[in-house]
């Protein structure tokens, strides 16, 4: 059974940084990407980030780019959100795919998800 199990949300101030891990695991066939999606309230979900699994190249939204990092190591996943703005403020879910098009950042590429975990930015 796939567990995706997210960790490392809370509250930070405008400009601060967090880092969410996410922990992988169940997998029968490894994954080609993990990545991370967000949801704010009356919001849809936005593709945040992604990670090919193989070869390690990276992905991200424009909204986040040249201010959060992911990266993995073995079955863990992580994002570095730097420069936080009130406008991230969203339940943040770690996702996985075995779908080839999970580069794109697109929610119906991914069948599995994490419970999320809340980032609230305040100004």
């Known amino acids: 059974q796939v567990q995706l199990v997210e960790s490392g949300g809370g509250s930070v101030q405008a400009g601060g940084t967090l880092r969410l891990s996410c922990a992988a695991g169940g997998f029968t066939y490894s994954p080609y990407c993990l990545g991370w999606f967000r949801q704010a309230p009356g919001k849809e979900r936005e593709g945040v980030a992604v990670?090919?699994?193989?070869?390690?190249s990276t992905y991200y939204a424009d909204s986040v780019k040249d201010r959060f990092t992911i990266s993995q190591d073995n079955a863990k996943m992580y994002l570095v959100m730097n420069s936080l703005k009130p406008e991230d403020t969203a339940m943040y879910y770690c996702v996985a795919s075995r779908n080839n098009l999970c580069t794109t950042l697109r929610a119906r590429h991914f069948a599995y998800w994490g419970q999320g975990t809340q980032v609230t930015v305040s100004s």
């Open positions: 990670i090919y699994r193989d070869g390690g």
